[in-house]
């Protein structure tokens, strides 16, 4: 297990009493370096939407912990937010939770000439995923052919 993956696990870990207290849920936790600074950041949610004052009560309590606990080396930057509307799928609770829904999806390479497909999530399993089209036509995607897959949204 990479460090970036440890401090996530570990993240994670300390978060769920708190998420959980405040029946929250924790969509996703990462550690990433964006220029020179590193991020921690936790994506939380719950029914009808986070608001910034949830993200501030889970900030508040989990600062505590982290300078606690000082499992991180490096120095980096700790948020929590919303997930967004483009919330990417990556756990099994998203995909359940998004059958039926329209999603858009992003590949690594060309499939049939395009690398990116819109069409409702009609099955997923530890392999693929497969997408119905308005035609009614479906499409099986291998996962690891797959950059990204989030819920779409129209403006």
């Given at each position: 297990?990479?460090k970036?993956?440890?401090?996530?696990?570990?993240?994670?870990?300390l978060l769920?009493?708190?998420?959980?207290?405040?029946?929250?849920?924790?969509?996703d936790?990462?550690?990433?370096?964006?220029?020179?600074?590193?991020y921690?950041?936790?994506?939380?949610?719950?029914?009808?939407g986070?608001?910034?004052?949830?993200?501030?009560?889970?900030?508040?309590?989990?600062?505590?912990?982290?300078?606690?606990?000082?499992?991180?080396?490096?120095?980096?930057?700790?948020e929590?937010?919303?997930?967004?509307?483009?919330?990417?799928?990556?756990?099994?609770?998203?995909?359940?939770?998004?059958?039926?829904?329209?999603?858009?999806?992003r590949?690594?390479?060309?499939?049939?000439?395009?690398?990116?497909?819109?069409?409702?999530?009609?099955?997923?399993?530890?392999?693929?995923?497969?997408?119905?089209?308005?035609?009614?036509t479906?499409?099986?995607i291998?996962?690891?052919?797959?950059?990204?897959?989030?819920?779409?949204?129209?403006?």
């Open positions: 297990m990479s970036r993956e440890e401090y996530e696990r570990k993240t994670e870990e769920i009493p708190i998420i959980e207290q405040y029946n929250f849920e924790l969509v936790v990462e550690y990433v370096k964006e220029g020179s600074s590193w921690l950041r936790a994506y939380i949610d719950k029914e009808g986070i608001t910034v004052d949830d993200c501030e009560i889970v900030s508040r309590a989990m600062g505590e912990i982290l300078d606690k606990e000082d499992y991180i080396e490096d120095s980096y930057i700790f929590v937010s919303s997930p967004g509307l483009g919330r990417p799928l990556k756990k099994e609770k998203d995909f359940a939770r998004s059958i039926g829904e329209l999603v858009e999806v590949t690594y390479r060309p499939i049939n000439k395009q690398k990116e497909f819109e069409g409702y999530l009609k099955a997923y399993d530890e392999h693929s995923v497969t997408l119905e089209f308005e035609d009614k479906e499409m099986i291998a996962r690891t052919d797959i950059a990204l897959i989030r819920l779409a949204f129209d403006f």
